[in-house]
T-cell receptor, first 110, second 114 residues
Framework: GQSLEQPSEVTAVEGAIVQINCTYQ??????LSWYQQHDGGAPTFLSY????GLEETGRFSSFLSRSDSYGYLLLQELQMKDSASYFC???????????FGAGTRLFVKA | EAGVAQSPRYKIIEKRQSVAFWCNPI?????LYWYQQILGQGPKLLIQ????????DSQLPKDRFSAERLKGVDSTLKIQPAKLEDSAVYLC????????????FGPGTRLTVT
């Protein structure tokens, strides 16, 4: 089967750096993605890793280790608007059976 | 480019009634997904289409849920009959190709079953 684990909540202060971890178990692996969702809004795509290593997009970076079935999302220079839920998602072989984690709620404090 | 369109945005029905949701994906996107998101949880994939064929419906409660994608473009998700536990936001997403790579989500339909 497939499952993902990520922390339920993280709190950080404005301007700080925060890391949200995701461990997964899947039969076959296609890629690991990260999505942001504000309350009442739809998920929006942040990043995608298919190979090991770090992908950087502005203030956000995402890391993947396929051998450890582990990834993380790194948010730098936190802003109040970053307060949201963050989901990791994986798909199995062929890109099928996309599974989302339960989400990590990030609270950014002034 | 226009985003993923969904309608209606809100729907309130009584249990045992039927309801249908409509989705128009981004033009040219071959893959279309329907998700159910219960408050406080991550999206749960119900069905994935590649063009007009189903590639995954393993989590679709087929005794009450059905979905189709006409001519590989628009899609409709139906619930018949609805149960209280079907209260959730139903999200439609599309992508150029399969997998979790860059899915674009519509605004969702918030369903309340009373």
């Amino acid at each position: 089967g497939q499952s993902l684990e990520q922390p339920s909540e993280v709190t950080a202060v404005e301007g700080a750096i925060v890391q949200i971890n995701c461990t997964y178990q899947t039969s076959g692996f296609y890629g690991l993605s990260w999505y942001q969702q504000h309350d009442g809004g739809a998920p929006t795509f942040l990043s995608y890793n298919a190979l090991d290593g770090l992908e950087e997009t502005g203030r956000f970076s995402s890391f993947l280790s396929r051998s450890d079935s582990y990834g993380y999302l790194l948010l730098q220079e936190l802003q109040m608007k970053d307060s949201a839920s963050y989901f990791c998602a994986v798909s199995g072989t062929g890109g099928f059976k996309t599974i989302f984690g339960a989400g990590t709620r990030l609270f950014v404090k002034a | 480019e226009a985003g993923v369109a969904q309608s209606p945005r809100y729907k309130i029905i009584e249990k045992r009634q039927s309801v249908a949701f409509w989705c128009n994906p981004i033009s040219g996107h071959a893959t279309l997904y329907w998700y159910q998101q219960i408050l406080g949880q991550g999206p749960k994939l119900l069905i994935q289409f590649q063009n007009n064929g189903v590639v995954d419906d393993s989590q679709l409660p087929k005794d009450r849920f059905s979905a189709e994608r006409l001519k590989g473009v628009d899609s409709t998700l139906k619930i018949q009959p609805a149960k209280l536990e079907d209260s959730a936001v139903y999200l439609c997403a599309s992508s150029h190709r399969g997998g979790s790579y860059e899915q674009y989500f519509g605004p969702g339909t918030r369903l309340t079953v009373t």
